[in-house]
């Protein structure tokens, strides 16, 4: 009994598999580009060129396992435990802020964890929130009458951007803050002219208080802003990135054959992979690639479009708007197209929870794709 009520039996021939496709081609793609974005790194840190392609690998396989396993349970169950999950998501984000419990990687402080197995609690939350939001707005669909309906996701969404705040991660902050609003706009909220001045209002307020906080974030404002200045300082990761993808020209310098990995381009396993990317395939690799993430996101919209209940809607439409606005700003940031930020590349860059849990995610998808007309 328990059984049939976790898992959806009813649908399994209905899985979307374009989307399984498109996400097995990306993680297969991902592990080649970061064997040899990754390879000089890990030799020089830790005397094994492939010591993060395996970490990377065991993480991808695990996820992908589980990914199979939730593809089998019914999304539904989840608004049993939405705000259970948002509440301990939330707590774990807090415990970063706790001096001796949050772990420091880089100056940045937002990681639980001991040793090797070390997570950003955000990298949940990007999810619960997102089905929390769900659960909310489908649980009482039918009191959303106006905007003051929506004032407990709105609550939720705030809380979580005063603990990012606190973490200083103006990126993950964005990410929030478009989930859970593209959940309630799916959701069919109805705004008036008012409403969306003031919200425009407060967003451009609360920015600018966030970026004028902190000395670093002008600066990399300033940077952007004047390229060919100070490219030995705040603009070091960007040239080096323009020139990896400016070397690599249409048809790239092969695979392997990357001169910026070899420590000229910081974090080329990471937030840069793209620019390696570019440097080893060309245009025709970086198109590929783009083209296979286009398709990635219209799946993702198809399933959410297609669903037949507005839960599954709901919870597609949050987790693709997620993934895609993590995929544009990480190109934008390797490209020069917006001021650097960390903000990792899905399936690509180096992180074996991130890929873990975004793995998770995958899974409810193919599962809420089981349910489409």
């Given at each position: ?9 009813k649908?399994?021939?209905?899985l979307d ?5 498109v996400?097995?081609i990306?993680?297969c793609?991902?592990l ?17 060129s492939?010591y993060?392609?395996f ?6 396989m695990?996820?992908i396992?589980?990914?199979?396993i ?19 998501s939330?707590?774990?984000m807090?415990a970063?802020?706790i ?8 100056g940045?402080?937002?990681w639980?964890?001991?040793g090797i197995l070390?997570?950003q ?11 929390a939001?769900?659960?909310f ?14 004032v ?11 603990v ?12 929030m803050?478009v ?17 969306i001045?003031a ?12 970026i004028l ?9 300033t940077?952007?802003?004047n390229?060919?200045?100070d ?18 020209g ?5 695979l392997g054959?990357?001169?910026q990995?070899f420590l ?16 080893e ?15 990635f996101?219209?799946?993702g ?17 949050g987790?693709?708007s997620v ?13 020069c ?17 991130a890929?873990?849990?975004n ?13 489409c007309?």
């Amino acid at each position: 009994m328990i059984k049939d009520k976790l898992f959806d039996n009813k649908n399994t021939k209905k899985l979307d598999y374009p989307m399984l496709l498109v996400i097995c081609i990306l993680i297969c793609f991902g592990l080649v580009i970061l064997a040899s974005a990754s390879s000089y790194a890990a030799l020089n840190t830790y005397s094994d060129s492939n010591y993060f392609l395996f970490r990377q690998l065991g993480f991808a396989m695990l996820g992908i396992f589980f990914m199979i396993i939730i593809s089998k349970i019914d999304y539904k169950i989840y608004k049993k435990f939405a705000y259970f999950g948002y509440g301990v998501s939330l707590l774990l984000m807090l415990a970063v802020l706790i001096p001796g419990i949050g772990v420091s990687v880089k100056g940045a402080t937002r990681w639980l964890g001991v040793g090797i197995l070390k997570f950003q609690p955000s990298e949940i939350m990007k999810i619960m929130l997102v089905i929390a939001v769900s659960s909310f707005i489908t649980l009482n669909y039918k009191k959303l009458k106006n905007v003051l309906g929506y004032v407990p996701t709105i609550s939720m969404l705030i809380a979580v951007c005063v603990v990012m705040y606190f973490q200083n991660h103006l990126s993950g902050t964005v990410i929030m803050i478009v989930g859970a609003l593209s959940v309630i706009f799916a959701g069919g909220i109805k705004l008036n002219f008012k409403v969306i001045m003031a919200v425009v209002l407060v967003a451009a307020i609360a920015g600018s208080t966030f970026i004028l906080s902190e000395d670093f974030r002008m600066k990399r404002i300033t940077a952007f802003l004047n390229p060919e200045e100070d490219l030995k300082g705040d603009n070091w990761q960007a040239a080096q990135s323009l020139y990896a993808i400016g070397t690599g020209g249409v048809f790239g310098l092969g695979l392997g054959q990357s001169r910026q990995k070899f420590l000229w381009l910081p974090e080329a396993q990471n937030d840069f992979i793209f620019s390696v990317l570019g440097e080893e395939l060309g245009l025709i690799g970086t198109v590929t690639v783009l083209g296979l993430f286009s398709f990635f996101i219209y799946r993702g919209y198809y399933i959410a479009i297609s669903c037949k209940e507005i839960y599954g809607t709901l919870i597609a439409t949050g987790i693709t708007s997620v993934f895609a606005l993590q995929i544009l700003i990480n190109i934008a940031v390797v490209t020069c197209s917006m001021p650097v930020t960390g903000m990792p590349l899905p399936f690509f860059s180096y992180g074996g929870t991130a890929l873990f849990i975004n793995l998770c995610a995958m899974g409810i998808l193919l599962n809420i794709s089981r349910t489409c007309k």
